[in-house]
Nanobody, 125 residues
Framework: QVQLVESGGGLVQAGGSLRLSCAAS????????MGWFRQAPGREREFVAR????????SYADSVKGRFTISRDNAESTLYLQMNSLKPEDTAVYYC??????????????????WGQGTQVTVSS
């Protein structure tokens, strides 16, 4: 069983930055591909970014490409999401997730086995 705990959300003005963290329980290291998803009120949970077990492969949603950076520290079992040039449409609850699949096929929420509780990101205009 893996437990994931996100932190780093908050309120920021448009154009600002936030860095989300996701701490995994135990020494999960490079066991899982990891991803970030988000869900705005009244909308389905959507993919934001994912990263391979080794941290050398990653993919982003078109809406965040060039603004967000996903990374991981396997020694610390921690996943990060650096979010720059934030826009009001980035407002959502952000979730980290772990998948037993290889990152290339872990593309949708149902491909992920473990989820954090979420952290709220609010971007004001």
């Amino acid at each position: 069983q893996v437990q994931l705990v996100e932190s780093g959300g908050g309120l920021v003005q448009a154009g600002g930055s936030l860095r989300l963290s996701c701490a995994a329980s135990g020494r999960t290291g490079s066991t899982y591909a990891m991803g970030w998803f988000r869900q705005a009120p009244g909308r389905e949970r959507e993919f934001v970014a994912r990263i391979s077990r080794s941290g050398t492969g990653w993919s982003y949603a078109d809406s965040v490409k060039g603004r967000f950076t996903i990374s991981r520290d396997n020694a610390e079992s921690t996943l990060y999401l650096q979010m720059n040039s934030l826009k009001p449409e980035d407002t959502a609850v952000y979730y980290c997730a772990a998948s037993k699949l290889v990152v290339a096929v872990a593309t949708t929420p149902r491909d992920y086995d473990y989820w954090g509780q979420g952290t709220q990101v609010t971007v004001s205009s």
